[in-house]
């Protein structure tokens, strides 16, 4: 069985690869997001992902699948009941989880969560809705910075969001709140997965613009994972864009924040290009966030094609002796109704110079193949507590 010094996790945010069993349930009937980005755009150019054999994996209008796909290759099913970044990300590490988050998007934060929220920090809330964050921008901004009111907003997602001019509210008042309504959502009732602080800058309606000062309090994980496993044996785990934020440092030995989906994907080029031993787990997510939300398939497809001329790159550093998984933590499907995540399969691409060939892989009934193979690797005992069986083997 094959070692490897270096594992490069990959997740491209929300590229889903069709439903699931139990798509239904989340009202995600027929959703496939790669397929329908595929069908929507004329052309689209994916040389390296194709030469892996993504397109093995999920029929596309533009790209054969590969004859003989350079990587190991199958679709993992979703075990945890939920279709959201954490949940996805969690289960990848070993985490099943059986009760959803809350979510808000229907009827904004219930009166009591607002009014203590307004008490402790010393604000006057308004927005209060489900809306994206660029519109809720033009519409309240102005009123924000005249007032020094706090905009607070949801999606689909279990997040609380709260907007902060960075020239007239202040990062620091942003993120003073920001941990205030992270400690009020703690509550059963009222507990969303992630409280996100949005800072921006600008003055007036359609100048506005969200900085990189972005800041993600999330929920602990309510376990040991596999990065826990990894990080107490020694081992080096880095972490590129929102991955810290996700498992709120538990198990991460380095942590690189990234300014969009082409900055993390330099950033992974230049780590490839580094010595280290261990786990470098990486999420991209511009594709979900600026996309899918969006329901933009063309966005979509040509971000997808960025992704792919610096996987290119990657692919020319990668040594000998270190794999490569590529695969998502949910789907976005931007040809569906609505703008939330979607209930979705979602793609696993292992490649590593050293391999004899790729082949396809039984699909897996959860996403956690990905932490055991990593824990496996390294000898890395597996969390009591957590789920996934090693593929490690089936690589040759």
């Known amino acids: 069985m094959k070692k490897f010094n270096r594992i490069f996790v990959i997740v491209i945010d929300s590229l889903g690869v069709g439903e699931m069993p139990d798509s239904a349930e989340f009202d995600d009937t027929g959703v496939n997001t790669l397929g329908h980005i595929s069908e929507s755009v004329e052309s689209f150019r994916i040389p390296n992902l194709q030469k892996l054999g993504l397109a093995n994996i999920c029929p596309l209008k533009q790209v054969p699948p590969a004859k003989e796909p350079a990587a190991y290759y199958a679709k993992l099913r979703e075990k945890s009941r939920g279709k959201d970044t954490m949940t996805g990300h969690w289960e990848m590490m070993g985490l099943e989880v059986t009760k959803p988050f809350q979510t808000f998007t229907d009827t904004g934060f219930p009166p009591e969560l607002i009014a203590e929220l307004e008490k402790r920090t010393g604000h006057k809330v308004i927005g209060n809705k489900s809306a994206s964050g660029t519109e809720i921008l033009d519409e309240l901004g102005e009123e924000e910075i005249a007032t020094g009111h706090m905009i607070v907003y949801t999606s689909a997602d279990s997040v609380l969001q709260i907007c902060g001019n960075e020239e007239t509210f202040g990062l620091d008042e942003l993120y003073r709140c920001c941990e205030i309504a992270r400690e009020i959502t703690m509550k059963d009732e009222w507990k969303v997965g992630r409280v996100i602080a949005r800072p921006y800058v600008g003055k007036k309606k359609g100048e506005f613009k969200r ?18 496993a990894l990080k107490d044996k020694g081992l080096d785990v880095i972490s590129i864009g929102k991955i810290n934020d996700i498992f709120v440092g538990e198990g991460i030995t380095k942590a690189l924040k990234s300014k969009s989906s082409v900055h993390g994907m330099e950033q992974t080029i230049d780590t490839a290009g580094e010595d280290f031993h261990g786990l470098c787990f990486v999420n991209l997510v511009d594709f979900d966030a600026q996309w899918g ?11 997808l094609e960025r992704f792919d001329e ?85 690589l040759k």
């Not at 900085?211 to 826990?228: E, M």
Request: with cysteine; hydrophobic share 35%; charged share 25%.
């Open 211 to 228: 900085t990189s000062n972005r800041h993600d309090y999330a929920l602990k994980p309510f376990g040991k994972t596999v990065l826990n």
């Open 293 to 303: 939300h969006r329901r933009n398939p063309e966005g979509y497809a040509e971000e």
């Open 310 to 394: 610096k996987l290119g790159v990657l692919l020319e550093k990668l040594r000998e002796d270190d794999l490569l998984i590529i695969t998502a933590d949910h789907g976005n499907d931007p040809t569906y109704k609505g703008t939330d995540h979607t209930r979705e399969k979602v793609p696993f691409l292992a490649y590593s110079q050293s391999l004899e060939k790729g082949e396809k892989l039984p699909e897996a009934d959860t996403f956690a193949v990905i932490g055991a193979t990593v824990a496996d690797n390294f000898n890395a005992a597996m969390p009591e507590n957590c789920i996934g069986t090693s593929w490690l083997p089936l």
